[in-house]
């Protein structure tokens, strides 16, 4: 009973947060450390659905516990934003991620844990949340071993990321040829719900080496990922980070050299892309129409994506960028879970993605595994409050 109240206590406390916009939390104020600082705060972004998620702006690190306090027919935010040393862990639900350089970045996974079977990404694209290179962003930490070839580039208008990864590394099924994540989604709550994601390539934002990227597409399936973050600066952000092209894959939403990038890992200056769907053709400029779903598998596309040009490149090992991994020995049982959930989630309803193409598909005070309680069980709590109220 004593715990029953305890939690009822926190779910009034984590709702009149979600009320009120003013925070006291622990931020990380520092660089390279998870380590928190106590802090008051107040959001004054609406963190409702009324706002666009990509329209909410956000100065870290001082976030909201959840950009998004809404519900609807998705349901309500699963994970929450205001992640440092408390959340970080297997069992992290955070929903901020970055992408700083080819050693510093995250990239989104599915939310299962232990014994939880694999997902595909079609059944958990709004509930995703961020992996790292290191567990400084209080998220889960990605394994040695997980990522066998990576490309970091960084144009005049966005910063790219491509590589190769062992999907049950993120608890997605081996086989699932994936699908995106980008901060729009039909109902413009993102995917993942409230997702935020912030970088150090565009130079630091108003509290901290961090700004905030409001377009950016995320694909994973096939044992291949790509991420793009554009600069919050560009005017280009809009087209060159379309989230439009949600079938077609990184091969034409990020194209690369996939071939060459596999066993190797190097960080590159680069030309921008043509934005997806833009190509030319006889001289003339063209643009791609993605057919709808219900007009069945894509066939044929009438382009192939050109890869931009790149330079200055630098050629590193594994060991030699990533020194924060979760050790082999750290992971052993979580990898025999994951084993065990693979062979019992055989392949279900994966978002129809063009294979071919998908060649290329991150707090509070709490302790983690309370916080991902009481994000689950908010909307279930507002819904009691809005009864109490009524009666």
């Known amino acids: 009973m004593a715990k029953s109240i305890l939690a009822y206590a926190s779910l009034v406390a984590a709702v009149a947060k979600a009320q009120t916009g003013v925070y006291t939390e622990s931020v990380i104020t520092g660089t390279g450390t998870a380590s928190a600082a106590l802090a008051t705060y107040t959001v004054t972004t609406d963190t409702s659905s ?5 329209l909410k702006n ?6 909201p516990y959840q950009a998004d306090t809404s519900d609807g027919p998705r349901g309500a935010m699963q994970g929450y934003n205001l992640c440092n040393s408390t959340t970080a862990g297997d069992d992290a639900m955070c929903a901020t991620a970055f992408l700083n350089s080819v050693d510093d970045f995250c990239i989104w996974g599915a939310p299962g844990t232990g014994n939880d079977a694999l997902e595909v990404v079609a059944d958990v694209e709004g509930e995703m949340v961020a992996y790292c290179t290191t567990p400084r962003y209080g998220a889960r930490t990605l394994p040695q071993g997980a990522i066998t070839g990576l490309q970091f580039i960084q144009t005049p208008d966005y910063v790219e990321l491509v590589g190769y990864i062992d999907q049950t590394a993120i608890r997605l099924q081996a086989n699932d040829t994936g699908g995106e994540e980008d901060p729009h989604g039909a109902d413009m709550r993102g995917n993942p719900l409230g997702s ?22 995320y694909f994973v399936g096939g044992g291949i990922f790509c991420l793009k973050v554009c600069d919050p600066a560009s005017p280009n952000g809009a087209e060159l980070c379309q989230h439009i092209y949600d079938r077609i894959g990184c091969a ?68 030699q960028l990533f020194t924060e991994l979760k050790s082999a020995s750290s992971s052993a049982s979580s ?31 709490t302790s983690s595994a309370t916080q991902g309680v009481l994000a689950s069980a908010v909307v279930i709590f507002a819904g009691l409050v809005g009864l109490l109220t009524m009666a």
């Open 196 to 217: 935020l994601f912030y970088s150090s390539a565009f130079g630091p934002g108003p509290a901290s080496e961090f700004k905030q990227s409001h377009e950016w597409h």
């Open 50 to 54: 009324n706002t666009p998620l990509y």
């Open 335 to 365: 990898s025999a879970a994951s084993s065990s959930a693979a062979a019992s989630s055989a392949a279900s309803g994966a978002k129809q993605a063009a294979a071919a193409a998908s060649s290329g598909t991150t707090t509070s005070n």
């Open 252 to 319: 034409y939403n990020v194209p690369a050299d996939y071939a060459a990038i596999n066993g190797t890992f190097t960080s590159c200056k680069g030309d921008d892309q043509l934005p997806p769907g833009v190509y030319v053709e006889n001289g003339q400029t063209m643009t791609y129409s993605q057919p709808p779903e219900s007009l069945g598998p894509i066939s044929s596309i009438p382009y192939t994506a050109v890869v931009p040009s790149s330079s200055q490149c630098s050629t590193y090992s594994s060991a």
């Open 58 to 63: 956000f100065t870290y690190p001082y976030l």
